[in-house]
């Protein structure tokens, strides 16, 4: 299955769960009670095995990975040492990718890939264009020297959140993933339980 580009509100409104964290897909007024579509159906009661494809969606569509990805992303936490469902989280938390969200140079998870692939985010001084790199902790990343007068970026600076699991130095736009995330600093909204469970079904 590839990985979806459609627009993140659709998506959000069908899963009843802000892909973007902020709630910025429900902010033209409260949720919604019916499923997307003209006829605006009831949202159906799931079933077991709907709770749990349910709870992997969220995952898949929140960090914008395709179905391989996220059961490859598994298969690594299964052979990490600690809880199976924050090993998880924790990959998909250090992918290059989503560092660059999480410093605040993108305000998307899409568009932190497109920084990315275009070859403007640098590790340790080096051009990295592969979303999926794995950060390190202690790893730079910063963005290229004719790159950081990009508009979007800039943009995205005058608004800049970050988590306390990074720094970022906004004037040399350059920052470091100083530990690896605890589990309560991450969505709350995501039961990775139930990730857990789909897969070993």
């Known amino acids: 299955m590839s990985r979806y580009t459609g627009p993140n509100n659709k998506k959000a409104r069908r899963l009843r769960f802000s892909i973007l964290e902020n709630n910025k897909e429900f902010i033209k007024g409260k949720k919604r009670i019916t499923?997307?579509?003209?006829?605006?159906?009831?949202?159906q009661k799931l079933s077991n095995y709907g709770e749990h494809l349910y709870e992997k969606q969220k995952v898949r569509y929140m960090y914008g990975l395709n179905e391989k990805q996220l059961k490859n992303t598994f298969v690594k936490a299964t052979k990490m040492q600690g809880v199976l469902g924050l090993n998880l989280l924790i990959l998909l938390e250090t992918r290059l990718d989503n560092i660059v969200y999480r410093l605040g140079l993108a305000n998307t998870r899409k568009q932190a890939r497109q920084f990315v692939n275009h070859g403007h985010i640098l590790?340790?001084?080096?051009?990295?264009?592969?979303?999926?790199?794995r950060v390190k902790v202690e790893d730079k990343i910063s963005v290229k020297d004719r790159t950081k007068e990009n508009f979007f970026m800039q943009d995205n600076l005058s608004k800049i959140t970050t988590k306390e699991f990074v720094s970022f130095d906004q004037k040399e736009m350059s920052g470091?993933?100083?530990?690896?995330?605890?589990?309560?600093?991450?969505?709350g909204q995501i039961n990775e339980a139930l990730v857990v469970e789909y897969y070993n079904k």
Do not use: C, M, W
């Not at 499923?35 to 949202?43: E, S, V």
């Not at 470091?176 to 969505?187: D, F, W």
């Open 123 to 133: 590790v340790n001084d080096k051009k990295v264009d592969i979303p999926s790199y």
């Open 35 to 43: 499923a997307p579509g003209q006829h605006g159906a009831k949202f």
């Open 176 to 187: 470091t993933l100083l530990r690896l995330p605890e589990r309560n600093e991450l969505s």
